[in-house]
Protein backbone atom coordinates (compact mmCIF):
# COMPACT_ATOMS: atom_id res chain seq x y z
CA UNK A 1 0.00 0.00 0.00
CA UNK A 2 2.97 2.20 0.91
CA UNK A 3 4.82 1.87 -2.30
CA UNK A 4 0.87 2.16 -4.57
CA UNK A 5 0.84 5.68 -2.41
CA UNK A 6 4.66 6.58 -3.33
CA UNK A 7 4.11 6.00 -7.31
CA UNK A 8 0.74 7.74 -7.31
CA UNK A 9 2.59 10.70 -5.56
CA UNK A 10 5.32 10.22 -8.18
CA UNK A 11 3.22 9.92 -10.60
CA UNK A 12 1.11 13.10 -9.94
CA UNK A 13 4.54 15.03 -10.14
CA UNK A 14 5.54 14.20 -12.93
CA UNK A 15 2.35 15.11 -14.60
CA UNK A 16 2.20 18.35 -13.00
CA UNK A 17 5.89 18.63 -14.30
CA UNK A 18 4.85 18.01 -18.03
CA UNK A 19 1.88 20.31 -17.36
CA UNK A 20 3.86 23.25 -16.53
CA UNK A 21 6.31 22.62 -19.58
CA UNK A 22 4.42 22.19 -21.90
CA UNK A 23 2.16 25.28 -20.54
CA UNK A 24 5.42 27.15 -21.06
CA UNK A 25 6.16 26.05 -24.51
CA UNK A 26 3.44 27.24 -25.84
CA UNK A 27 4.12 30.93 -24.14
CA UNK A 28 8.00 30.50 -25.25
CA UNK A 29 9.07 30.82 -29.15
CA UNK A 30 12.04 29.38 -29.89
CA UNK A 31 12.83 31.01 -33.66
CA UNK A 32 15.56 34.14 -34.09
CA UNK A 33 13.13 36.58 -34.76
CA UNK A 34 12.02 36.95 -30.97
CA UNK A 35 14.30 37.07 -28.04
CA UNK A 36 12.53 34.61 -25.81
CA UNK A 37 12.81 31.22 -25.60
CA UNK A 38 16.38 29.26 -26.59
CA UNK A 39 18.04 29.84 -29.87
CA UNK A 40 17.10 27.16 -32.71
CA UNK A 41 19.44 24.12 -33.04
CA UNK A 42 18.91 23.96 -36.38
CA UNK A 43 20.65 27.42 -37.34
CA UNK A 44 24.03 25.89 -36.22
CA UNK A 45 26.69 25.38 -37.98
CA UNK A 46 28.61 21.55 -37.21
CA UNK A 47 26.68 21.69 -33.57
CA UNK A 48 29.38 20.62 -30.84
CA UNK A 49 28.25 16.88 -29.46
CA UNK A 50 27.53 18.85 -26.32
CA UNK A 51 25.65 21.62 -26.68
CA UNK A 52 24.12 22.88 -23.88
CA UNK A 53 20.06 22.92 -24.03
CA UNK A 54 17.05 24.49 -22.19
CA UNK A 55 14.69 21.19 -20.59
CA UNK A 56 12.15 23.48 -20.53
CA UNK A 57 12.12 25.16 -24.38
CA UNK A 58 14.53 22.34 -25.28
CA UNK A 59 16.35 24.68 -27.50
CA UNK A 60 20.32 25.86 -27.16
CA UNK A 61 20.45 28.14 -23.90
CA UNK A 62 19.88 32.21 -24.33
CA UNK A 63 21.14 34.25 -21.18
CA UNK A 64 21.34 30.57 -19.43
CA UNK A 65 20.15 30.89 -15.30
CA UNK A 66 21.75 28.43 -13.08
CA UNK A 67 19.16 26.90 -10.48
CA UNK A 68 20.21 26.96 -7.23
CA UNK A 69 18.03 24.32 -6.46
CA UNK A 70 19.53 21.39 -8.47
CA UNK A 71 22.73 23.10 -10.65
CA UNK A 72 20.46 22.67 -13.85
CA UNK A 73 20.64 25.73 -16.64
CA UNK A 74 17.50 26.94 -18.02
CA UNK A 75 16.79 30.16 -20.18
CA UNK A 76 15.98 33.58 -18.82
CA UNK A 77 12.59 33.62 -20.32
CA UNK A 78 11.71 30.60 -19.34
CA UNK A 79 12.35 30.43 -15.67
CA UNK A 80 10.94 33.93 -15.08
CA UNK A 81 7.22 32.90 -15.32
CA UNK A 82 7.37 30.36 -13.66
CA UNK A 83 9.47 32.55 -10.93
CA UNK A 84 6.44 35.54 -11.23
CA UNK A 85 3.89 32.64 -10.62
CA UNK A 86 5.43 31.43 -7.83
CA UNK A 87 6.13 27.62 -9.41
CA UNK A 88 8.78 24.95 -8.40
CA UNK A 89 11.30 23.93 -9.99
CA UNK A 90 10.89 22.41 -13.34
CA UNK A 91 13.57 19.95 -13.08
CA UNK A 92 13.43 19.14 -9.23
CA UNK A 93 9.73 20.73 -8.08
CA UNK A 94 12.27 22.08 -5.60
CA UNK A 95 9.27 25.59 -4.55
CA UNK A 96 12.19 27.61 -3.34
CA UNK A 97 15.47 28.37 -5.63
CA UNK A 98 17.63 30.88 -6.59
CA UNK A 99 18.51 31.92 -10.56
CA UNK A 100 22.17 33.53 -10.80
CA UNK A 101 23.04 34.36 -14.96
CA UNK A 102 26.22 31.88 -15.81
CA UNK A 103 27.96 34.46 -18.16
CA UNK A 104 30.93 31.74 -18.91
CA UNK A 105 28.48 29.15 -19.88
CA UNK A 106 26.80 32.57 -22.24
CA UNK A 107 29.98 33.44 -24.02
CA UNK A 108 30.53 30.12 -24.88
CA UNK A 109 27.10 29.39 -26.26
CA UNK A 110 27.21 33.24 -28.38
CA UNK A 111 30.57 32.34 -29.96
CA UNK A 112 29.00 29.03 -31.81
CA UNK A 113 29.05 29.30 -35.89
CA UNK A 114 25.13 29.58 -37.31
CA UNK A 115 23.54 30.37 -40.42
CA UNK A 116 20.49 32.77 -41.30
CA UNK A 117 17.69 30.66 -41.17
CA UNK A 118 16.49 32.95 -44.28
CA UNK A 119 17.54 29.49 -47.05
CA UNK A 120 18.23 32.89 -49.65
CA UNK A 121 20.64 34.03 -47.09
CA UNK A 122 24.29 32.29 -47.09
CA UNK A 123 25.68 34.54 -44.32
CA UNK A 124 26.87 32.74 -41.32
CA UNK A 125 28.84 34.21 -38.78
CA UNK A 126 29.38 34.12 -34.53
CA UNK A 127 25.30 33.30 -33.11
CA UNK A 128 26.18 37.02 -31.16
CA UNK A 129 26.02 38.84 -34.26
CA UNK A 130 22.67 36.67 -35.49
CA UNK A 131 20.34 39.30 -34.19
CA UNK A 132 22.31 41.96 -35.58
CA UNK A 133 22.08 40.21 -39.10
CA UNK A 134 18.46 39.54 -39.17
CA UNK A 135 17.52 43.03 -37.86
CA UNK A 136 19.43 45.37 -40.03
CA UNK A 137 21.35 43.64 -42.99
CA UNK A 138 19.57 40.76 -43.98
CA UNK A 139 18.25 41.77 -47.72
CA UNK A 140 15.76 38.57 -47.42
CA UNK A 141 14.08 39.72 -43.97
CA UNK A 142 10.49 41.05 -44.92
CA UNK A 143 10.17 44.63 -43.48
CA UNK A 144 7.20 47.20 -43.72
CA UNK A 145 7.14 50.37 -45.68
CA UNK A 146 8.79 52.95 -43.98
CA UNK A 147 6.28 55.07 -45.48
CA UNK A 148 3.28 53.65 -44.13
CA UNK A 149 1.94 52.56 -47.39
CA UNK A 150 1.01 48.99 -45.34
CA UNK A 151 3.41 47.02 -48.18
CA UNK A 152 5.49 44.58 -46.80
CA UNK A 153 8.87 43.12 -48.84
CA UNK A 154 11.96 41.65 -48.10
CA UNK A 155 14.75 44.47 -47.56
CA UNK A 156 15.94 44.09 -51.05
CA UNK A 157 12.72 44.44 -52.77
CA UNK A 158 11.29 47.16 -50.24
CA UNK A 159 14.17 49.42 -50.96
CA UNK A 160 13.31 49.70 -54.59
CA UNK A 161 9.35 49.65 -53.36
CA UNK A 162 10.47 52.50 -51.23
CA UNK A 163 12.45 54.14 -53.90
CA UNK A 164 9.94 53.93 -57.01
CA UNK A 165 6.37 52.83 -56.35
CA UNK A 166 5.43 53.58 -53.21
CA UNK A 167 2.24 56.14 -53.88
CA UNK A 168 3.39 57.60 -49.96
CA UNK A 169 7.32 58.71 -50.61
CA UNK A 170 7.97 62.20 -50.38
CA UNK A 171 9.25 64.56 -53.12
CA UNK A 172 12.31 64.25 -52.39
CA UNK A 173 12.23 60.67 -52.36
CA UNK A 174 10.98 60.54 -55.62
CA UNK A 175 13.71 62.68 -57.10
CA UNK A 176 16.22 60.82 -55.44
CA UNK A 177 14.73 57.76 -57.13
CA UNK A 178 15.05 59.26 -60.56
CA UNK A 179 18.69 60.60 -59.71
CA UNK A 180 19.53 56.83 -58.51
CA UNK A 181 18.54 55.38 -61.82
CA UNK A 182 20.31 57.67 -63.68
CA UNK A 183 23.62 57.12 -61.59
CA UNK A 184 22.73 53.29 -62.23
CA UNK A 185 22.01 53.88 -66.03
CA UNK A 186 25.56 55.81 -65.78
CA UNK A 187 26.92 53.01 -64.24
CA UNK A 188 25.87 50.50 -66.69
CA UNK A 189 27.20 53.02 -69.89
CA UNK A 190 30.40 53.20 -67.80
CA UNK A 191 30.65 49.11 -67.25
CA UNK A 192 30.24 48.81 -71.10
CA UNK A 193 32.80 51.13 -72.04
CA UNK A 194 34.89 49.82 -69.23
CA UNK A 195 34.71 46.46 -70.96
CA UNK A 196 35.49 47.46 -74.50
CA UNK A 197 38.05 49.84 -73.54
CA UNK A 198 39.25 46.84 -71.55
CA UNK A 199 39.35 44.39 -74.42
CA UNK A 200 41.39 47.33 -76.36
CA UNK A 201 43.72 47.69 -73.92
CA UNK A 202 44.32 43.54 -74.11
CA UNK A 203 44.81 44.07 -77.96
CA UNK A 204 47.54 46.90 -77.59
CA UNK A 205 48.94 44.73 -75.03
CA UNK A 206 49.29 41.44 -77.37
CA UNK A 207 49.71 44.28 -80.50
CA UNK A 208 52.88 45.47 -77.80
CA UNK A 209 54.29 41.91 -77.37
CA UNK A 210 54.27 40.87 -80.88
CA UNK A 211 56.30 44.17 -81.70
CA UNK A 212 58.53 43.60 -78.98
CA UNK A 213 59.11 40.04 -80.34
CA UNK A 214 59.63 41.76 -84.15
CA UNK A 215 62.00 44.37 -82.45
CA UNK A 216 63.94 41.67 -80.83
CA UNK A 217 64.04 39.53 -83.86
CA UNK A 218 65.12 42.71 -86.32
CA UNK A 219 67.76 43.16 -83.83
CA UNK A 220 68.84 39.24 -83.63
CA UNK A 221 69.21 39.83 -87.40
CA UNK A 222 71.24 43.10 -87.03
CA UNK A 223 73.50 41.26 -85.35
CA UNK A 224 73.90 38.92 -87.58
CA UNK A 225 73.89 40.97 -90.41
CA UNK A 226 76.96 42.85 -88.47
CA UNK A 227 78.78 39.97 -87.68
CA UNK A 228 78.69 38.97 -91.37
CA UNK A 229 79.71 41.84 -92.02
CA UNK A 230 82.72 41.87 -90.40
CA UNK A 231 83.58 38.48 -91.36
CA UNK A 232 83.54 39.80 -95.12
CA UNK A 233 85.92 42.79 -94.29
CA UNK A 234 88.31 40.04 -92.78
CA UNK A 235 88.04 37.38 -96.04
CA UNK A 236 88.29 40.41 -97.95
CA UNK A 237 91.84 41.58 -96.15
CA UNK A 238 92.49 38.33 -96.31
CA UNK A 239 92.32 38.13 -100.32
CA UNK A 240 93.70 41.39 -100.47
CA UNK A 241 96.84 39.79 -99.08
CA UNK A 242 97.06 37.06 -100.77
CA UNK A 243 96.34 38.76 -104.31
CA UNK A 244 99.22 41.06 -102.92
CA UNK A 245 101.50 38.29 -102.58
CA UNK A 246 100.44 36.67 -105.67
CA UNK A 247 101.46 39.53 -107.71
CA UNK A 248 105.06 40.34 -106.20
CA UNK A 249 105.45 36.15 -107.30
CA UNK A 250 104.22 36.68 -110.44
CA UNK A 251 105.99 40.05 -111.09
CA UNK A 252 109.12 38.03 -109.67
CA UNK A 253 108.66 35.04 -111.63
CA UNK A 254 108.03 37.64 -115.27
CA UNK A 255 111.46 39.45 -114.00
CA UNK A 256 113.11 35.64 -114.09
CA UNK A 257 111.37 34.90 -117.50
CA UNK A 258 112.33 38.03 -118.96
CA UNK A 259 116.29 37.73 -117.53
CA UNK A 260 116.18 33.85 -118.86
CA UNK A 261 115.11 35.54 -122.54
CA UNK A 262 118.09 37.90 -122.33
CA UNK A 263 120.38 34.79 -121.77
CA UNK A 264 118.86 32.73 -124.46
CA UNK A 265 118.86 35.95 -127.12
CA UNK A 266 122.98 36.71 -125.76
CA UNK A 267 123.74 32.46 -126.38
CA UNK A 268 121.74 33.07 -129.88
CA UNK A 269 124.18 35.34 -131.01
CA UNK A 270 126.82 33.92 -129.78
CA UNK A 271 126.29 30.78 -131.65
CA UNK A 272 125.77 32.60 -134.73
CA UNK A 273 129.36 34.50 -133.77
CA UNK A 274 130.85 30.76 -133.55
CA UNK A 275 129.21 29.33 -137.25
CA UNK A 276 130.25 32.15 -138.90
Known amino acids: GTQLVLICSLYSVVLNMAKSLDTLRDR ?45 HICQMCIEPLKEASE ?66 PRH ?3 IHERDKCVNRPIEVRIEGVQEMMVEQLDDIESKYEKEIASLKEFLKEQEKKHLKLTSEHEKEE ?31 KNDIRKQGE ?14
Not at 99 to 112: P, Q, V
Not at 227 to 236: A, P, Y
Open 88 to 153: PCPCCREPSYETLLNKNLKRKILCLTVRCDKSDCDWTGQLSHLMKHITQDCLHVEALCKFGCGARY
Open 263 to 276: EIMELKIQLKQQIL
Open 223 to 253: KELASLKVMLKEQEIKYNQISSQHKEEILSL
Open 157 to 159: VLR
Open 28 to 72: VHVGPENLAGGFDERLLVDPPSDIPKCPVCIAVLKEPHLMSCCGA
